[in-house]
């Protein structure tokens, strides 16, 4: 397989999210694809994926530099920040609590998803090259919304999840 060298363009690019087979993931999947139809998510200005590893360094004694890294946890985080407040990041964040206010909802599973972040390039010979980033077992850790004077109101949330894939799409 053709190793992608394109540079690509946020704005050619879209957010999707998709079903998970768990009891989180029905959930998720009531909100994305029954409550609201979110399965691509609209107006986002910013998607951020991070790994971070606790790698340790060992050192012996009389020497300043480690002698050898030893790998350690891995944790996937991210935020997805969008200028529309529907509910449906709230929806997936709080689950059944954030439809049922004071009153005790039948589950208190948090929905669980996959984002797909599907980057094009435009440009290519067949204008679907590009890359995918498929992050798995996605849980939204927490939400917030920003309501400047003199701008769009944006809503934001973090999240975490399981494992992130690569995918290479040719021409």
């Known amino acids: 397989m053709a190793v992608n060298t394109t540079v690509l363009r946020g704005s050619s690019a879209t957010l999707n ?19 609201f139809a979110i399965s691509t998510v609209g107006r986002i200005v910013g998607v951020e994926v991070v790994i971070e590893t606790t790698l340790e360094a060992f050192h012996e004694i009389g020497r300043r530099h480690p002698v050898s890294l030893h790998p350690g946890g891995i944790n996937i985080r991210g935020r997805v920040t969008r200028a529309h407040i529907n509910g449906a990041f709230l929806r997936l964040l709080l689950g059944e609590w954030a439809k049922f206010g004071q009153a005790a909802p039948p ?8 984002m797909v972040i599907d980057l094009t390039d435009v440009a290519s010979t067949s204008g ?3 890359t995918k980033v498929i992050v798995s077992g996605v ?14 109101v944006m809503e934001n949330t ?3 999840a399981l494992r992130v894939q690569h995918e290479n799409k040719g021409d």
């Open 139 to 152: 849980q939204f850790e927490n939400w917030s919304v920003v309501v400047p004077d003199d701008h769009f």
């Open 158 to 160: 973090t999240f975490k």
């Open 17 to 35: 999210l998709a079903k998970v087979a768990s009891r989180g993931g029905e959930l998720g999947n009531v909100v994305i694809n029954t409550d």
């Open 107 to 114: 589950d208190e599973l948090q929905p669980e998803f996959n």
């Open 128 to 130: 679907q090259g590009g």
